[in-house]
């Protein structure tokens, strides 16, 4: 599967804010935000011009690098949203949040979304008892996610437990850190959301 390989403090610079892509790493003074807020490259320091094409393309964008996707994957989630009833763009946030590696990281079972597919890949993870390797996998309402006993004693988990708590677990997720679990209570919900995406601007961006 193709992935982008380079380096993620470029994403966040390029994106101007924050996209938590490290980990710990985005809470230190580490952060390439925090050590040169302004966009890589020789053009990095100069004020573009923000033309209404501009600010939608920015925002796919940003709304791709906060979950990981190519924009093969991305525009195939667009178009599953805009069949479905209701919102278009609140439809294609829910689907992005119903990934199971965005689910894993929600938990605070991976400090990354980036670690939570590796997790996943490992075959670490599993939903209703039966093992998940498909980072791209669907929750539904009901849904149990756990860390499969073998995995309890992996560094990477007990790292991301010590980190978990700088994520607040949402309130359509339910955690049970003793067990290494968690359930699906239902699908979120848009103020249930904290991604910093305009959504909108997304739908605005597909229809033209």
């Known amino acids: 599967m ?31 935000v925090e050590r040169r807020p302004y966009p890589p490259g020789m053009a990095g320091k100069r004020r573009p011009r923000d033309s209404e094409y501009r600010v939608q393309l920015r925002e796919k964008q940003k709304t791709k690098r906060i979950y990981g996707l190519l924009e093969k994957q991305f525009h195939s989630y667009y178009e599953i949203a805009n069949r479905q009833s209701g919102i278009t763009g609140e439809n294609l946030l829910r689907l992005l949040e119903s990934r199971l590696d965005n689910v894993v990281y929600r938990l605070g079972f991976a400090k990354s979304r980036d670690e939570a597919r590796q997790v996943v890949r490992h075959g670490h993870i599993s939903v209703n008892g039966r093992r998940v390797d498909i980072p791209s996998y669907r929750v539904r309402p009901g849904d149990l996610v756990a860390v499969m006993p073998k995995a309890a004693d992996l560094l990477v988990i007990k790292t991301a437990l010590i ?46």
Do not use: M
Request: hydrophobic fraction near 30%.
């Open 2 to 32: 193709a992935r982008y390989t380079g380096a993620d403090c470029r994403l966040c610079r390029r994106e101007g804010i924050k996209l938590f892509l490290k980990g710990d790493r985005c809470y230190s003074d580490k952060c390439g």
């Open 163 to 208: 980190s978990s708590e700088k994520i607040e677990v949402p309130g359509w997720l339910e955690v049970d850190i003793e067990k290494l679990s968690g359930k699906v209570l239902s699908l979120p919900e848009r103020g249930q959301i904290d991604a910093p995406v305009r959504e909108q601007l997304i739908v605005e961006l597909y229809s033209k």
